[in-house]
């Protein structure tokens, strides 16, 4: 009996749990004054007033009726990020937005994290999806979450895309996350990997028996 490239690629997906999906970045608002860029850790996209030190930061255009921005941050060291938001935490952005008054909600459109210059995480938001609800103190709107981990040897950079800018620059800036937890795999986990590891190794021994 003899085994197909098929049934061998389909062993390998069964050994390792599936195939890969592109990761999402989550989007949620925040209801109350919780972060604030003044007193987290520094901007990543941002205007004069959100004070960096030497961290380096994307510039975005000042001022009221500007059609976008479609800006990437700078590349930076992941070391760095882990100085600021502490090694082994995981990392948030907050979304300060600022909204002119009488005019419509702007739009998150598009935001991706790249890891040593590969998109390894993005979100796609639809018309209107990022109201402001602290409009201009500061604080953050919304949390940009779910972030794949790194590692300290890894670059990491950001994709912002934003539409219909109607009043002031909106920031984005570092938070420090709760502690990454490592999950660890269930039984049926193991059990799926030996099984699919044994199927493979059946096509090894049956193709030596037959060389």
């Known amino acids: 009996m003899t085994f197909s490239k098929y049934q061998v690629v389909a062993a390998a997906v069964l050994a390792f749990g599936g195939t890969a ?6 989007f949620t608002p925040v209801n109350s004054n919780l972060y ?8 990543v996209f941002s205007n004069p007033s959100c004070q960096n030190g030497s961290f380096l930061a994307t510039a975005l255009p000042t001022g009221g009726s500007v059609a976008g921005y479609d800006a990437l941050s700078p590349i930076y060291n992941a070391a760095t990020l882990f100085g600021i938001i502490g090694a082994g935490n995981s990392l948030l952005l907050g979304l ?13 459109t598009g935001f991706q994290m790249l890891v040593n210059g590969t998109v390894v995480d993005s979100f796609e938001g639809s018309t209107g999806n990022a109201g402001a609800g602290n409009n201009g103190n500061g604080y953050a709107d919304y949390l940009l979450g779910n972030f794949s981990a790194f590692t300290a040897a890894n670059t990491v950079q950001f994709h912002f895309v934003f539409s219909n800018a109607n009043d002031g620059t909106e920031n ?4 420090a996350g709760p502690p990454v937890v490592t999950p ?7 059990a799926l990997m030996l099984a699919g590891l044994g199927a493979l190794g059946l096509v090894a021994k049956r193709r030596r028996k037959q060389a």
């Open 21 to 26: 999906s592109a990761n999402v970045i989550s």
């Open 36 to 43: 604030q860029q003044t007193v987290q850790s520094p901007c």
């Open 96 to 108: 300060d937005i600022n909204q002119a008054s009488g005019q419509p909600a702007q739009t998150l």
């Open 172 to 175: 984005v800036f570092l938070i």
């Open 184 to 190: 660890v795999p269930e039984p049926e986990t193991y």
